[in-house]
């Protein structure tokens, strides 16, 4: 079974109206820092210039809260095909006639004006599915929260000065070093997946019974600290460490490191972190590696990374109700103690912190800080439905791709829960992508 969802107090039109508030907050924040000519330049071949990213986010909300929950004529039906993300492939759309900067923001205003005026003539029960307990509004503020993400990636990618500020860092565990390596999961069913998340998205469903072996896990995610005495001890020199594509990548890309490091004259480490140089500090989770430097860093450490079920029981499975809860500690909303999300800190916080986000088992920032690699390919569920369209999730199952879970310091609350699925190549290292390892409970240095 799955534990009952508590809701902060706010019905749907409420809560929506709040996370869509949230999200443009967002945008606007990571596009007002900068001169236009940075919004339009493209920072990397990886990534869309930001102001691609604006326009795409309102196109969006007119397609599907205009349109389709609206029921409203199209605003500027012209440019859908710009900003379709399959029909053009990030490295050329510098090169299509986008809209400029100055009215991509008119754009963004627009669409919102009427968005608002549709939520607020919405009815949220004895509808079609789409806006059953305003779930367009929820999924469209998740796109514009993960594309938010995107942006802030895009401003790690950007050389020049720091435009993003400098908040406040996050909180220091006062216990970690009391904390145990790893906790143990138990073997036996437990239930993976959601039907009762109302803003859950198509590749979240159904919730179904899962089998898994008993386990252990860190308890914590590796550490910076950690991943360096891997790289110390020559493993991005040996290949018995590596997946076959992963050394070829090491081979052909002469990767040493993490992505953004450096070491100095004397031996030591530097990384680059939104325009700042600093020293790569040591008890944060480590940050912008792949998928294949993290399997290497396992099989380095006589351990290998969890399945992506493995990965969701060690967060949602409760032992003492046999039941599997909504985020690792409860039904309770994310907020600040429970979870670094939302760019707070611009940074994970240091390994050990926010014990009152642990899961029942004790495991530690398994939400927010960083995205966590499994070893699991993204595929469907048992029973898989594609909504409201296949490009979401569907296109993308069996094509090579890793799945990510727990969301990382630049993830919205609204998408920060543990059903949340991610994915990407194996070979990304610019997403804001860590991991922690697992074993069998007869496993090296387990007990």
Same mark, same amino acid.
């Given at each position: ?19 869509? @508030? ?36 309102? &196109? ?12 409203? @004529? ?66 469209? *503020? ?20 720091? *435009?993003?500020?400098? !908040? ?34 198509? &590749? ?25 005495? %891997? ?43 939104? +325009? ?6 040591? @008890? ?21 990374? !969890? ?11 409760? !032992? ?7 985020? !690792? ?48 390919? %993204? ?27 727990? +969301?990382? %310091? ?9 059903? %949340? ?27």
């Amino acid at each position: 079974m799955t534990a009952g969802i508590t809701e902060d107090g706010a019905g749907p039109r409420a809560r929506a109206l709040d996370a869509l @508030d949230a999200a443009r907050r967002r945008t606007l924040g990571l596009a007002d820092c900068v001169e236009d000519g940075e919004l339009t330049a493209q920072h990397s071949p990886l990534m869309s210039p930001l102001v691609w990213d604006m326009a795409h986010i309102a &196109n969006q909300e007119e397609q599907w809260l205009l349109r389709a929950a609206g029921g409203q @004529d199209a605003l500027r039906p012209e440019i859908d095909s710009l900003y379709d993300a399959f029909e053009h492939p990030r490295a050329e759309r510098p090169t299509l006639p986008l809209l400029p900067p100055g009215e991509a923001r008119g754009y963004l205003t627009e669409v919102r004006f009427r968005a608002l005026d549709v939520l607020e003539r919405a009815r949220f029960s004895g509808t079609g599915r789409l806006l059953h307990g305003g779930f367009a509004f929820g999924m469209i *503020a998740q796109h514009e929260q993960q594309h938010a993400e995107t942006m802030l990636i895009t401003h790690q990618l950007r050389r020049g000065p720091a *435009a993003l500020g400098a !908040p406040p860092p996050p909180p220091a565990p006062s216990d970690v070093a009391s904390l145990p390596p790893q906790v143990a999961i138990p073997g036996g069913p437990f239930t993976m997946g959601t039907d009762d998340e109302p803003w859950a998205l198509d &590749n979240e469903r159904p919730a179904h019974r899962r089998e898994v072996d008993a386990f252990h896990i860190d308890t914590l995610p590796v550490s910076n600290g950690a991943y360096l005495r %891997f790289v110390e001890d020559g493993g991005y020199r040996q290949e018995r460490w590596w997946h076959p594509a992963g050394w070829e990548q090491v081979r052909r890309h002469g990767w040493r490191a993490p992505l953004f490091w450096r070491r100095d004259g004397a031996g030591g480490w530097w990384r680059r972190r939104f +325009g700042v140089a600093e020293p790569v500090p040591a @008890d944060e989770p480590v940050l912008h590696v792949s998928w294949y430097e993290a399997d290497a860093y396992a099989r380095w450490a006589g351990r290998r990374l !969890p399945t992506e079920a493995e990965w969701e029981k060690a967060a949602r499975f409760d !032992p003492d109700t046999s039941s599997s809860r909504r985020f !690792p500690w409860g039904a309770q909303p994310p907020g600040p103690r429970h979870a670094n999300l939302g760019q707070r800190h611009l940074r994970p916080a240091p390994v050990g912190s926010y014990p009152e986000g642990a899961s029942a088992t004790g495991a530690r920032q398994l939400l927010g800080d960083v995205w966590e690699w499994t070893s699991s390919d %993204f595929a469907p569920y048992p029973g898989f439905i594609a909504f409201p369209y296949r490009e979401y999730s569907e296109v993308f199952f069996g094509h090579g791709y890793k799945v990510l879970r727990g +969301g990382g %310091f630049g993830v919205g609350s609204v998408v920060a829960r543990a059903t %949340f699925r991610n994915w990407d190549h194996p070979v990304r290292r610019q997403i804001f992508s860590g991991f922690r390892t697992a074993c069998a409970p007869a496993c090296r240095d387990c007990g």
